[in-house]
């Protein structure tokens, strides 16, 4: 799979610079932190990072180090056998499915041992915010005092569900959705690697069809390379048929106030498992543009007929019904309530 494959196996093949700056500043530090927070949506580059991080932590050029080199050599057996899943002082304990307090007190037996290979133990826990009660009571006990050879990296794609005492023991790093430049490198090095001839275009439509995440725009690929020709016409066709939203169609229906095609959108969207907080930020950026436009700012075409057919008002409301919803969607027991609540609202409300 191209999304495992080329997933990035340093520091500087990370393609959100600001995640590099940040974190080769704080290997060049002395103060090394002895717990991570990972937050963000899926396909961000959360457990890619994480293990770049154990590299780092147990690459052999760093041993007996105080400041350590933020670019592994990729090289010495630490770092290929990080790559291979096969070093034994890097454990990775996937929350979803192993949330329990047995699991968590097992791990918490385990660190106060020394490390066999390298100089830290490296503990990367994914879906860290599926963790029961008393498996955060228990892990919050070892966060609180950890050996100075543990190092525990936590990730989470919703942080408002992790109690307070484990965040305030973390350093913090966000990871936002990828935008398209930062798609394009990475589907780019695919490109490279196998040696495949697309065209800009072509891997534009890709980049934008994968919700800024770097797995699905790898994954895109792949489904493009095994089922078709590179043509732009040919990927475009595939796209569409693969059911890709269009953001753009949508908004027109909740601008026109079209509640019974805007709700049968959503919930087409929603049983193709999508993600309802890159769809409110596109159609954010819509109005974004559109109120631009309108205050004649920019000038864009593509718009088309609806940008004359909406009022400033409109925008303006539209935008503050969607920020809400944005809001609500973090929380929200069914994730596509809050979007519908805000189509029917708008609907409903009279200028």
Not at 162 to 170: D, G, K, N, V, Y
Request: hydrophobic fraction near 40%; charge should be neutral.
């Amino acid at each position: 799979m191209y999304y495992l494959k080329y997933r990035p196996a340093s520091l500087a093949e990370i393609d959100n610079q600001k995640r590099q700056e940040i974190l080769t500043k704080i290997f060049q530090s002395s103060d090394l932190p002895h717990a991570f927070l990972f937050i963000g949506p899926k396909g961000t580059g959360k457990t890619s990072t994480a293990r770049i991080i154990a590299k780092i932590l147990n690459c052999e050029q760093n041993q007996g180090k105080k400041k350590l080199n933020p670019q592994s050599c990729n090289q010495c057996e630490n770092c290929l056998a990080i790559a291979k899943n096969r070093f034994l002082d890097v454990y990775e304990l996937d929350a979803a499915s192993s949330r329990g307090i047995d699991d968590i007190r097992s791990l918490r037996d385990q660190v106060s041992y020394a490390p066999t290979r390298g100089a830290y133990k490296v503990y990367i826990i994914d879906e860290v915010h599926m963790l029961t009660k008393e498996a955060f009571n228990a892990l919050l006990k070892t966060l609180e005092e950890p050996p100075s050879h543990v190092v525990f990296i936590l990730a989470t794609t919703e942080s408002h569900k992790l109690p307070e005492t484990i965040i305030s023991r973390c350093l913090t790093v966000p990871f936002q959705k990828a935008n398209l430049v930062e798609i394009r490198q990475s589907l780019l090095r695919i490109v490279k690697g196998e040696k495949l001839k697309v065209s800009e275009a072509t891997l534009d439509l890709i980049a934008k069809s994968s919700q800024g995440s770097f797995r699905d725009a790898a994954k895109l690929l792949e489904l493009a390379v095994s089922t078709t020709d590179l043509t732009e016409k040919a990927v475009s066709s595939l796209l569409k048929s693969n059911s890709q939203v269009e953001p753009e169609q949508f908004l027109k229906l909740v601008l026109a106030k079209q509640t019974a095609p805007a709700l049968k959108f959503l919930q087409d969207y929603d049983s193709q498992g999508l993600d309802y907080s890159w769809l409110i930020e596109a159609l954010l950026e819509e109005l974004r543009v559109m109120l631009l436009i309108k205050k004649g700012l920019i000038d864009d075409s593509q718009i088309g007929s609806i940008i004359n057919k909406t009022t400033l008002s409109e925008i303006s409301r539209l935008m503050k019904i969607l920020l809400e919803a944005y809001q609500l969607t973090k929380s929200s027991p069914i994730e596509a309530l809050p979007l519908m609540i805000a189509v029917v609202e708008f609907a409903q409300e009279k200028v």
